[in-house]
């Protein structure tokens, strides 16, 4: 790796600081809805902007803190004109919109359980999340009435749906009701106070995507907003006032709700989202246009805006922060992106059921390919999997998170033996493994179901993929296992090269060999021009196959 320009960049200095202690206060009583709506609608934060969507279709639309709260509230007001009682789920289907951040949080406010969802999904995925959450409500965008109707199917428990876009009452034989959402909330001329609802309450339901059978609900509590706080201290590192932050991905995703909104709004930020174009040259513009000072994404983005843009630091001068998580950082990204704007990207890692809870910090130096530290407040250990043992410095073991941490799920939705599954004496096991080094640094392994176990050894691809990155000419690297047949599972690594690099597969299988253990090393590199990936940005592990490589090398006798 090249020389670091700074000491805030350093694979061997050690911390220099550890973090204060953190003292959970946590009410009997709070709403997610109005922590994040009504405590600035007044005041001097009431005028500024709260949400911001900018649209390629439709343009930009905001609202202030003042307004956000009168709509949020009115939303929750039209759920209990609907007959919507508190725990009632409401489905959400739309696009990055004003809309959404009104639909979710006036859930919240009206004791209702919001439940994020993709636009991307099938008829039969709706119709599954509808079954499972028991949803009697639906908000959409008009252009999906085709879909719904496909998946509101008999046993169901839709009795409501409301559609943005539309002006007027949809028709239809079915016995569901229709509202258009704009005059339905424009007809409520008084609001009854937010529902009442306990720190341990119920708040919002979240499907994780799984790679394998059905996604699986994770009911959170209201208290997940205070238990992200340390966020907001050590990984946003908010200032006071004014920041606006620019998140890339779409509200369905956790990682979005959070950092994109939830938690700027509690701290009476600007939140700012986008819907359309996801190409690179569109996130510089973006910052610039709307003075974000922190940009949030995934690396894939950030890899785009080098490789796509000739942008730099003057032409985003409001930006002062960066931020990713979902995938793992590279030294070779970090150290390409400083170059060119002078910021670091702090990294930040979670899961759907404790959201973010390692994080690389501003008061702390970087060590790439690390996620960084346990958060303050977060009494997250690695054991033994099977003794419950703590692990000694890098020795591998599981993250375990204690019952009590405020930012952990209640349960698993209508899944009482999976949730008891994952809880062993007072630990939530999360089935991420990873390391801690002698200076406190997490150094992530995989999910259980990630890790490779190929000819008696356990592989972690994305210790893999961290080596690969190293290569000067490798933007990005997907290790995974390939079944050659029923007794043989192979390490395996897909790669996008550097454009017009004259690098091959060999070379990378080469430079593999020679940086990791043996058994480490993948027996085929396949290189190809880029991954199948999420709506997000994340790489479909699952989706890659040989038949999209433009190349490869192996260390196999056979040919394939």
């Known amino acids: 790796m090249r020389a670091s320009p700074s000491d805030a960049f350093s694979l061997t200095r050690p911390a220099v600081q550890s973090f204060p202690a953190w003292r959970w206060e946590i009410p009997e009583f709070f709403n997610i809805g109005v922590a994040c709506t009504d405590s600035r609608a007044s005041g001097p934060r009431a005028d500024v902007p709260a949400v911001i969507v900018d649209d390629d279709r439709t343009g930009v639309a905001s609202l202030t803190f003042a307004e956000l709260a009168e709509q949020t509230s009115k939303f929750a007001q039209l759920l209990r004109e609907l007959g919507v009682s508190r725990g009632e789920r409401v489905l959400i289907r739309l696009p990055n919109c004003i809309e959404y951040s009104v639909v979710f949080l006036g859930s919240l406010k009206r004791g209702a359980i919001p439940v994020p969802t993709s636009i991307l999904l099938t008829a039969d995925e709706v119709a599954f999340l509808l079954r499972d959450s028991g949803a009697t409500v639906v908000v959409s965008d008009l252009e999906s009435w085709p879909l719904l109707q496909e998946a509101i199917q ?108 939830m938690d700027p709004l509690f701290r009476g930020h600007t939140t700012i989202v986008h819907e359309g174009s996801q190409d690179g040259p569109v996130w510089p513009a973006l910052i610039a246009k709307h003075r974000a000072t922190t940009f949030i994404g995934v690396p894939t983005l950030y890899r785009h ?61 970087i060590r790439p390919g690390s996620a960084g530290f346990i958060q303050p407040g977060h009494d997250v250990r690695i054991l033994d999997p099977e003794t419950l043992r703590e692990c000694g410095p890098n020795e591998e073991g599981m993250l375990c998170i204690p019952r009590s941490d405020p930012a952990l799920m209640l349960r698993y939705w209508n899944r009482p033996e999976e949730t008891d599954q994952c809880f062993r004496d007072g630990w939530f096991l999360t089935g991420d493994y990873a390391r801690k080094d002698e200076d406190g640094y997490i150094w992530f392994l995989g999910r259980r179901d990630d890790l490779i176990k190929s000819f008696g050894y356990r592989v972690s691809p994305f210790e893999v993929d961290r080596v690969l990155r190293e290569h000067p000419d490798v933007l990005d690297a997907a290790t995974v296992a390939e079944e050659r047949d029923q007794n043989k599972r192979l390490v395996v690594s897909y790669v996008i090269l550097r454009h017009g690099c004259s690098t091959t597969a060999r070379d990378i299988l080469e430079y593999a060999h020679r940086h990791l253990a043996s058994y480490k090393a993948p027996k085929v590199v396949y290189v190809t021009t880029d991954f199948p990936r999420t709506r997000n940005g994340k790489t479909l592990r699952r989706a890659l196959h040989p038949n999209l490589a433009t190349a490869r090398a192996s260390t196999l006798a056979e040919s394939r």
Not at 184 to 189: G, H, K, R, T
Not at 199 to 224: C, F, I, M, N, Q
Not at 312 to 331: I, K, N, T, Y
């Open 305 to 365: 805006i080098l490789e796509r843009t000739s942008a730099r630091r003057e032409d985003v001068p409001s930006l002062r922060h960066c931020m990713s998580a979902g995938e793992q950082l590279s030294s070779e990204l970090l150290q390409r992106w400083h170059e060119r704007f002078g910021l670091y990207i702090y990294e930040g890692l979670g899961m759907t059921e404790c959201s973010y809870y390692i994080c690389q910090t501003v008061s702390l130096p």
């Open 154 to 261: 008999p046993g169901v428990d839709v009795r409501h749906v409301l559609f943005r876009g539309a002006r007027t009452p949809v028709r239809s034989a079915s016995p569901v009701t229709f509202e258009a959402l704009s005059p339905a909330l424009a007809s409520i001329a008084h609001t009854e106070p937010a529902e009442q609802t306990r720190s341990e309450d119920p708040a919002y339901l979240v499907y994780t995507s799984g790679t394998t059978g059905y996604p699986k609900g994770v009911l959170h509590a209201h208290r997940v907003l205070i238990g992200k706080q340390p966020s907001s201290e050590y990984w946003f590192h908010f200032l006071p006032e004014g920041e606006r932050v620019l998140h890339s991905g779409k509200y369905n995703w956790t990682y979005v709700l959070g950092t994109g909104l």
